[in-house]
């Protein structure tokens, strides 16, 4: 069974901090991977792709890629208190979603 | 430019009844994934539809069907409502084997 495994959380950082996101996934064969962010109540945003191992950059966050260890992370830096919601990592080939993870930041 | 578009927004339906969840893709965009999303877990694939085809399938049963139209719009049905079938339910388009956009999403009570 394919699976795309997120710590459910909470994870609550300072405003300010850094927050990391994790994600991994079983099946050695995938090629696209993406982070969304869902507010309560509302449907998933995307925020970043991410292909090709090692790290993109997109103001503030960064998508990290380890197709060895077959882990994705999202860092987020200077987190705000917007930023809280529920962060999902998705692999586009198998259209598997994690359950995501629900950061909470405090201001 | 209209993003995904999802109607209606909310509906109550009754054990055993039918549902039609109708989706609108973006602009530019040909491929069309319908997903069920429970409180609290991610989204579940169900299917989705590319040149009027389905062409990817999750684990979902036959009461869930659907449909592409040649202007890439999209039905999701669902027969036999189970009051486990309620969940919000997200279309999201991309051009193919790209980037999802997500749609508002159509909540479902089944009562």
């Known amino acids: 069974q394919k699976e795309v495994e997120q710590n459910s959380g909470p994870l609550s950082v300072p405003e300010g901090a850094i927050a990391s996101l994790n994600c991994t996934y079983s099946d050695r064969g995938s090629q696209s991977f993406f982070w969304y962010r869902q507010y309560s109540g509302k449907s998933p945003e995307l925020i970043m792709s991410i292909y090709s191992n090692g790290d993109k950059e997109d103001g503030r966050f960064t998508a990290q890629l380890n197709k060895a260890s077959q882990y994705v992370s999202l860092l987020i830096r200077d987190s705000q208190p917007s930023d809280s919601a529920t962060y999902l990592c998705a692999v586009t080939e198998d259209m598997r979603f994690g359950a995501g993870t629900r950061l909470t930041v405090k201001p | 430019d209209a993003g995904v578009t999802q109607s209606p927004t909310h509906l109550i339906k009754t054990r055993g009844q039918q549902v039609t969840l109708r989706c609108s893709p973006k602009s530019g965009h040909d491929t069309v994934s319908w997903y069920q999303q429970a409180l609290g877990q991610g989204p579940q694939f169900i299917f989705q539809y590319y040149e009027e085809e389905e062409r990817q399938r999750g684990n979902f049963p036959d009461r869930f069907s659907g449909h592409q139209f040649p202007n890439y719009s999209s039905e999701l049905n669902v027969n036999a409502l189970l009051l486990g079938d309620s969940a919000l339910y997200l279309c999201?388009?991309?051009?193919?084997?790209?980037?999802?956009?997500f749609g508002p999403g159509t909540r479902l009570t089944v009562l």
């Open positions: 999201a388009s991309s051009p193919r084997d790209n980037e999802q956009f």
